[in-house]
């Protein structure tokens, strides 16, 4: 698409802001790989926590800050960059709107780790009342959300800046997927931030003396699981428009790819209730309802598979390839622009086939709370999404430092990847296998009494200790390429690979932009799938249950 | 906007998949009954103790009812009452459980009895036992410091 907008460089001050993100991201990878190791180690048996520190406080740490810290900002740095590089550079105040953002995010960052680390907070970042961490750590969240927020705030001032400047055109596909991963953020932390500041801070200041457990858990289920779309949809703004560029070829389809974020952000959120299968106060029909809607976002996956395949197979024969798979040889396996995030879709094939297992009506019974759900989300957001992000830092902290990535770097870049999907399929392999024995997840190391049935878990866990181990190796390697990156590798100009699209005369419909029709059956969705059962859960609730420090 | 015919292939393929996996599910909930436990019965979290069936936990044999015995759990953190129970070979069982306290988990280790507990709320599953032996029932939902001790065991007897 012609685009008069588009840079060649994000600005400098753009980049100082978005790599400001980027150093709490990996500075957060660090703390939370550490303590995803110590999990594996204490929970093989063979290794205990030294200086009184609890697991629970560990996994506490492992899920708020890789969660919620690395991957937030990450992506609201990756959106940043991504939108100034395609709408052109921030304004003076769209850019003071940013840093507001970051520094709001920061201050509740440090708020919230600060309570964890005292053993003020160790209720995981899931929060389960009616176990009651201190007040400071909800304000913590709370910040965090809030500044996320203010910082989308400055995507959606771009956004709507283009707008005007460029009436009846359709924005820069970049700018338009960041900003519906943004709105959809918008609207699914209303959730979470409605439980914290009218439920759980008072609750927790003593203001009042019970909390209504199942309004809590589904506000916060109606944010938990957009949270894994909000997530996956930088991953899918990298393989739908980096991606062409990185390996030389087209974006196959402009418009599909609008369309397929729009469902996103439709049949994303009306679904909390698949997390919630197994409790009680809730009527199945409804939860039967939320998982014909969880089940409606196959339609925009395999949207985007056949997208992503198109285009390498187009790719490919216009190298001269020939035969059914003749083009898998003609796409770039030594650029690790490529082929980090190339792993990370493979991962997404059994990672999708084992969330169609979790969501489904009956079958979650088998799973819920096992240990095979950890193992599904460490292939979705700690493999596919995650090696994504590694794969788009690669171009992208030295585009915005002014560096190059090195052939050296390159070839770490790859051999990380390789070793991540190693330490992967250890630990996540171990844990889909052990899960569907039976064995809990978010649980210390235990013999259960001798029982013999958890003797026969003991070797699945050293497994997940040996592939734990091998990821965090991972991890070492990544903060130091990150490092190199950010303030070694020597000066110069990377680019920042933004794909044009195959139909280029095709101009997207311009029904895409239209945010009240799709923020309006958004809404209506919503409504539709939640006022019954919500007003069920205040009506027909029970005497509240008062907070309890059990840890 | 078009689509490419094989993306329309594709689409079709997947949509219509997409449409028989959903009608088996939709089936085995409403027309076979297999749907999660979603029992809607609340209780006072601070009276379980003296409220039916809970001021009396373990399995009770019933009359005229679609099962043979009624198992009743009250789960506190970090045990559940009863700790133990024999349970005969064959019957077919209501498990009716609840907290005393925080939100609990209440799985049957290698079994598909899974569910949350959660205070003021019962949860109610209704089973049968068709093999012998013993089986581990854990709390898989973190409710504390001693979580992973949490834990009874149902012994299946001829």
């Known amino acids: ?551 | 906007m078009h689509m490419h015919k094989f993306e329309k292939a594709w689409l079709i393929f997947g949509i219509g998949s997409l449409l028989v996996f959903l009608t088996v599910l939709g089936v085995s909930a409403f027309y076979l009954g297999n749907q999660p436990p979603s029992c809607l019965a609340t209780i006072d979290p601070e009276k379980v103790d003296t409220t039916v069936p809970f001021n009396e936990p373990g399995l009770k044999k019933v009359e005229g009812k679609d099962w043979d015995y009624e198992l009743v759990y009250v789960a506190s953190a970090f045990s559940y009452s009863p700790a133990e129970v024999e349970v005969p070979y064959g019957a077919k069982v209501k498990i009716i459980a609840t907290t005393k306290d925080v939100v609990h988990g209440f799985e049957v280790a290698g079994s598909n009895i899974n569910m949350m507990l959660e205070p003021g709320y019962i949860s109610e599953h209704v089973t049968t036992f068709d093999k012998t032996g013993e089986y581990l029932i854990v709390c898989n939902e973190y409710c504390g410091v001693g979580h992973h001790m949490m834990s009874s065991k149902i012994k299946v007897v001829e």
């Open chain 1, 1 to 551: 698409m012609f685009n008069p907008s588009a840079k060649l460089k994000v600005d400098p001050r753009d980049a100082k802001l978005a790599m400001a993100h980027f150093f709490v991201a990996f500075t957060a990878l660090a703390i939370g790989g550490l303590a995803g190791l110590l999990q594996t180690l204490v929970r093989s048996g063979k290794f205990e926590l030294p200086a009184g520190i609890g697991y629970y406080q560990i996994l506490t740490v492992h899920g708020v800050v890789l969660g919620l810290v690395l991957t937030t900002f990450f992506i609201m740095g990756f959106q940043l960059a991504a939108t100034s590089k395609t709408s052109g550079t921030f304004t003076n105040k769209q850019r003071i709107t940013g840093w507001i953002g970051f520094w709001l995010m920061t201050a509740g960052t440090v708020l919230a780790a600060v309570m964890i680390l005292l053993n003020e907070a160790t209720v995981l970042y899931t929060f389960y009342a009616p176990l009651q961490a201190h007040a400071l750590y909800y304000i913590g969240l709370t910040l965090v959300i809030v500044g996320s927020w203010i910082d989308g705030a400055a995507i959606i001032m771009k956004y709507a800046e283009w707008r005007r400047k460029n009436p009846g055109q359709p924005s820069p596909l970049l700018t338009f997927m960041s900003l519906v991963n943004t709105m959809m953020w918008i609207v699914a932390t209303i959730g979470v931030a409605s439980t914290v500041l009218f439920q759980l801070l008072p609750w927790s200041l003593g203001f009042v003396e019970t909390v209504n457990i199942g309004v809590s858990r589904t506000l916060f289920w109606y944010f938990g699981h957009p949270l894994v779309y909000f997530w996956l949809l930088p991953a899918y703004m990298a393989w739908y428009v980096v991606i062409p560029k990185v390996i030389g070829g087209k974006i196959f389809s402009d418009s599909l790819a609008r369309l397929s974020f729009i469902l996103f952000l439709l049949f994303s959120i009306p679904v909390g209730f698949h997390h919630q299968l197994m409790e009680p106060g809730i009527d199945p029909a409804w939860k039967f309802l939320q998982v014909i809607l969880t089940f409606l976002v196959v339609i925009p996956s395999l949207m985007t598979a056949f997208s992503l395949f198109a285009t390498f197979e187009n790719f490919g024969r216009s190298k001269g390839a020939t035969g059914l798979f003749g083009w898998v040889k003609k796409l770039p396996w030594g650029d690790a622009r490529f082929v980090v995030p190339f792993i990370g879709m493979v991962a997404f094939i059994p990672a999708g086939a084992g969330g169609i297992v979790n969501a489904s009506h009956q079958m979650n019974q088998v799973v819920h709370n096992t240990i095979w759900v950890t193992g599904h989300f460490h292939l979705t957001v700690a493999t596919s999404v995650v090696l994504t992000f590694f794969g788009v830092s690669y171009w992208l902290i030295p585009h915005l430092t002014g560096r190059t990535l090195t052939k050296a770097m390159n070839k770490l870049g790859i051999i990380q990847a390789v070793i991540w999907s190693i330490g992967m399929t250890f630990m996540s392999g171990a844990m889909h296998a052990v899960g569907l024995l039976g064995a809990p997840r978010r649980s210390s190391y235990s013999e259960y009494g001798g029982a013999p049935q958890a003797a026969e878990w003991i070797p699945y866990q050293v497994a997940q200790a040996i592939g734990g181990s091998i990821l965090f190796i991972g991890i070492i390697l990544m903060i130091y390429i990150f490092i190199n990156l950010a303030f070694f590798a020597p000066k110069g100009e990377q680019e920042f690979p933004v794909g044009e699209a195959a139909d280029e005369a095709e101009k997207a419909p311009m029904v895409f932009e239209n945010w009240k029709l799709w923020l309006g059956i958004t809404v209506v969705l919503i409504l539709f799938a939640y006022t019954i059962p919500f007003i069920d859960l205040i009506q027909n609730a029970p005497p509240g249950a008062k907070g309890y420090k059990l840890w």
